[in-house]
């Protein structure tokens, strides 16, 4: 069925230090796939997005990597900040639809000092 | 501020009263969505409109829900005889065709 599946829910790491978070989709067809920080209260914040025609996307310390015939994609945070503590959210666009996004169930990034 | 408003932020209602929200979405977005998030979950799927059609309703979304976006700007979203299970963040979506998707602050509502 429509499924997009992410790892780890929680996750805490030095400042400094790497993080990476995981997700899996289920629709082959699909060709999109953002990633949505979430602070507390707030509203989801587009921070990259990456499109099926490429299979890596980086913007500063930020990148999103696609594996299509594994249908994993992976979000890489490097030289990370407290600021970077947030939720963040992978989704895709299933059942082929492609404005309709499925978002996975979230990952707690906490950068401690 | 040019990016999706939504009003209001925070809604108390009774059980069994009706709410109404309303989105307005960047304004050359011909897309409209609307997701609801529950505590620690990621946003959940239940419409969306391309101009004013509607052109997708999630499964989950009860006849108690309704939506329109009736001149293809702004949208209001209904829900009537609110449930205690209701209670939420509701959150609106906008973007051109094929483009990115941009959200609302969302309008937490609380039913009693």
């Known amino acids: 069925g429509e499924n997009v599946e992410q790892h780890p829910s929680t996750l805490s790491v030095q400042e400094g230090d790497s993080a990476v978070i995981k997700c899996t989709y289920s629709d082959s067809a699909s060709n999109y796939f953002p990633w949505y920080k979430q602070e507390l209260g707030k509203r989801p914040q587009l921070i990259i997005d990456?499109?099926?025609?490429?299979g890596e996307k980086k913007d500063q310390r930020i990148a999103v990597t696609l594996n299509k015939t594994a249908k994993h994609f992976s979000l890489h945070i490097t030289e990370t900040q407290p600021e970077d503590s947030a939720v963040y959210f992978c989704?895709?666009?299933?059942?082929?639809?492609?404005?309709?996004?499925?978002f996975g169930t979230g990952t707690r990034l906490q950068v401690t000092l | 501020d040019t990016g999706v408003s939504q009003d209001p932020r925070h809604k108390i209602t009774k059980r069994g009263q009706n709410v109404t929200f309303r989105c307005d979405p960047i304004?050359?977005?011909?897309?409209l969505y609307w997701y609801r998030q529950t505590l620690g979950q990621g946003p959940e799927f239940l419409t969306y409109f391309q101009n004013e059609a509607q052109l997708e309703k999630s499964r989950l979304l009860s006849d108690r829900f309704s939506a329109e976006r009736p001149k293809g700007s702004f949208s209001t979203l209904e829900i009537q005889r609110t449930e205690q299970g209701d209670s939420a963040m509701y959150l609106c979506?906008?973007?051109?065709?094929?483009?990115?998707?941009?959200f609302g602050q969302g309008t937490r509502l609380t039913v009693v």
């Open positions: 304004s050359e977005h011909n897309r």
């Open positions: 990456i499109r099926s025609n490429v």
């Open positions: 979506a906008s973007s051109l065709e094929g483009g990115r998707a941009f």
């Open positions: 989704a895709a666009p299933l059942t082929g639809t492609a404005s309709k996004l499925t």
